[in-house]
């Protein structure tokens, strides 16, 4: 979830959408503070309990497993990285109070402020980052992180993870002392600093070893950041509560967050207006899209609504009939008018999307989406109804085999399933069916490539088109369209290595070139609004520029 360009402001980060990490997770460049985020106030809130809603219970609080916005705004909460994010997204001390780097840009050595302390008194040291980062890039480890390739910047990890060498202390992460993390990277990365700070990279203690329940486990988990797991009823509550062993608990306002776990937009709303929740919507939730006009209108103070860096859109199964034809593909990609979905149907003045990088992400000189345009290619139902005559023909098909359109259970994905199901039919002649699955279990099926067509969204890892090719390659555990190509893999790999911004820019623009219009592996939708309710005297808040929301340092009035 993060992104960044080769220059020195590259070095922002973010994590995942309910979208997959899909993330799944938008366009803001600069973080901003919601409510004002003013610090001048003198008088503070007797009670500082937050309430707020997830529309999907996280699978697990395992950095190591996690993927989705949900998990990343709770993990935020409980763990803390090297380095963190602050609201104008520049990373600041974490776990490190300083970092060294060599002149090169391959050699950071950090730092580990001696008073950082685990959830039950443990110190925090080199070692515990060793731990956690090993644990990721292991083969053994089942099932096997998703994340593991953002690791693949530090020398020899990707050899590692794919087995090409066995032993971990080739991999360039040393703990010289208890208070000193050495990490050598491959190549000059300007964004490795701000990406230490997504979850991945965060510390997992050394008690979770061979124990398989404790990420899921209040009475279990250790963790080393503001707040620590204190409840979990399953389809029900989660609670974290301050940590009084975290060293900056001073600045810690709040004494507990309660998220209730609701995917009804519906309900989620009016818990908001009764006060039951102090912030409703995105990342973690979505505001009825059939209400936003009235919300616009009598709630105009507490709507945060502007756009972010992050991306609506449906993933085909390449593998699968009858998306394994790329002129099918194309058909079902070219016959939806996303200016009606936008305008009728989300009405959250969200962006037409035909490419898949969103406005707002660093390119060579400014934003990549300005350098090159989304025009990959045009929505044409004559030519739609023609290709899928063509793919047809190819495959031998007189009707189309049954297909299955699945999103996880949301009533906003509902309705862009059904509005888009209905254009495919009136335009393609196509019968498309509609299945929602619980987060987990569709989460599950996409992993599996267990569908033929399924909703998906992207927020940004960090602020650099990588965090979104990078997604789509042979080796990426994100992957989860089956499309493998070595020419794409080797795009991506050159833009992965060089130093050179332009010719970066133009190895993204090729692939993305692949990925849409020759491939058309996803079909692009909408580019994010975030679209938030936050109580007036909520500060504090911090949502950044990909629309994910940090609600460490929030505080009520």
Not at 93 to 103: L, N, R, T, Y
Not at 108 to 136: C, I, M, Q
Not at 482 to 492: P, W
């Amino acid at each position: 979830m993060k992104r960044k360009s080769l220059l020195m402001l590259l070095t922002l980060i973010l994590v995942v959408g309910t979208v997959l990490a899909g993330c799944g997770s938008k366009n803001d460049n600069g973080g901003s503070t919601a409510s004002g985020g003013d610090k001048g106030s003198s008088s503070a809130a007797k009670e500082q309990v937050l309430h707020i809603n997830l529309s999907a219970e996280p699978p697990t609080f395992d950095p190591a497993q996690a993927q989705d916005t949900q998990a990343n705004t709770v993990l935020k909460m409980m763990y803390e990285g090297l380095v963190r994010i602050d609201k104008d997204n520049n990373p600041i001390p974490g776990v490190a109070e300083k970092w060294d780097v060599s002149s090169d840009g391959l050699k950071y050595v950090f730092h580990l402020r001696k008073d950082a302390k685990w959830s039950n008194g443990d110190p925090v040291t080199a070692k515990d980052f060793v731990f956690a980062w090993e644990r990721v890039l292991n083969p053994a480890t089942s099932p096997a992180p998703p994340y593991a390739y953002q690791l693949y910047y530090i020398k020899g990890a990707e050899d590692y993870n794919s087995k090409k060498i066995t032993d971990f202390n080739q991999v360039g992460v040393k703990a010289t002392d208890d208070n000193t993390l050495e990490v050598t990277l491959n190549n000059p990365t300007p964004y490795f600093l701000g990406l230490t700070s997504f979850y991945t990279f965060y510390p997992v203690h050394q008690s979770v070893k061979d124990n398989a329940k404790w990420a899921t486990d209040p009475k279990l988990m250790v963790t080393n950041g503001p707040f620590t797991l204190t409840t979990w009823t399953t389809g029900q509550k989660i609670e974290v509560t301050k940590n009084a062993n975290y060293w900056d608990n001073q600045n810690i306002k709040l004494t507990k967050v309660t998220m209730s776990l609701s995917n009804s937009s519906a309900t989620e709303l009016s818990s908001y207006k009764a006060g039951q929740l102090d912030y409703a919507g995105n990342p973690n939730g979505t505001i009825p899209t059939d209400q936003m006009p009235a919300v616009k209108n009598e709630l105009k103070d507490e709507l945060d609504l502007k756009p972010i860096g992050s991306i609506y859109y449906y993933v085909f199964n390449t593998t699968a009939k009858p998306f394994d034809n790329v002129k099918i593909r194309k058909a079902f990609s070219m016959a939806i008018s996303r200016q009606d979905i936008v305008d009728k149907v989300t009405m959250s003045e969200e962006t037409p999307a035909f490419g898949f990088v969103p406005p707002g992400i660093s390119g060579d000189k400014g934003e990549y989406r300005t350098e090159f345009k989304d025009d990959f290619f045009t929505e044409n139902m004559e030519e739609a109804k023609k290709l899928l005559a063509e793919g047809m023909q190819e495959e031998g098909y007189t009707t189309l085999p049954p297909i299955t359109l699945i999103y996880n259970s949301d009533d906003k994905h509902k309705k862009i399933a059904l509005a888009i199901a209905d254009m495919w039919k009136k335009n393609l002649g196509v019968e498309v069916k509609t299945e929602n699955q619980e987060w987990g279990v569709f989460l599950k099926n996409r992993q599996n490539l267990n569908y033929q067509i399924a909703r998906a969204g992207w927020s940004p890892d960090y602020n650099d088109p990588m965090t979104f090719f990078d997604l789509w390659t042979s080796t990426s555990g994100n992957n989860d369209s089956g499309f493998k190509n070595k020419e794409y893999d080797a795009l991506i790999k050159d833009a992965f290595s060089t130093p050179d911004t332009a010719k970066r820019m133009e190895d993204f623009k090729k692939a993305e070139t692949m990925l849409i219009k020759d491939q058309q592996v996803v079909l692009p939708i909408y580019y994010y609004t975030n679209v938030a309710l936050i109580k007036p005297n909520l500060k504090g808040v911090v949502i950044d520029y990909a629309g994910q929301v940090d609600f460490t340092r929030a505080y009520f009035e």
